[in-house]
């Protein structure tokens, strides 16, 4: 699939762009059914490639929940597929150019009853220290339905035009930088989605979610794009390569 002139102009104007059934609901069905024991997997052992942040302050005795599990796609063969997939690396080209590796994949697991909300952010505001230039860009793919009841996405059309804005310190082990406010702090547009849609958005657009007190899960994994050499540190591991040159200088893929 690759995006029309109307939803890069879409991108370019709000910081972010809905692809509708870019992937089958049944693919989504397969993944879910991979990642559903996901929770009591690495509560039992969490392996030294992925970092695991829980849901902090569940009532006792209920069961631990994950929040974010970042390096997805060294638990779930789908997840690393669909990151090395033309469905999604095609998009990608339009947005950053030819040269494309994997910055980082995230799940975000926002389970029934238990997911709490994710203030206002940029995610340059994490990212800034690792990076030169912020010409990230995510691709949020949905697990589940999301919408309002379950803490679908909201965004604020046109915010990444702004700049980078200062981030407060939160007191949280996952989410540890945000933009002052609640839920109801910015003009934000609610993205409800289905399994298989996906969400493009540039790094500096400003976006967060609310609860899900719903009986229903909204999973979704995020894929994070950059060009080669755009980290500040060392190069990413040469499996994060997935498309066009694997270095600043110009190395080519072998």
Partial sequence: MALTESHLASYQTDGFVLCRALFDPEHMRDLAAEIDNL??????????????????????????RIRQLMHSQCVSPIIDDISRSNEVLDIVEQMIGPDIMLFHSKLMMKSA????WTAW????GYWQHLSHEPTHVNCMLSIDPANESNGAVRFVP????????????????????ALPGDLDAYDAQLIETEPGDALFFNCMVVHGSGRNDSPDHRRANTFAFDRPGNMKADALPADYHRRGRRDADGSAAS
Avoid: L
């Avoid at 009853?113 to 709490?116: A, C, F, K, N, P």
């Fill in 158 to 177: 046109g915010s990444h035009k702004a700049g980078a804005s200062d981030h407060i310190e939160v007191n949280s082990k996952s989410f540890n930088k």
């Fill in 121 to 124: 952010h940029q995610d340059w």
């Fill in 39 to 64: 929770h009591e997997r690495m509560a039992e052992r969490e392996p030294p490639e992925v970092h695991v942040s829980w849901e902090e302050g569940q009532p006792a005795g209920r069961p631990p």
């Fill in 113 to 116: 009853h238990d997911g709490t």
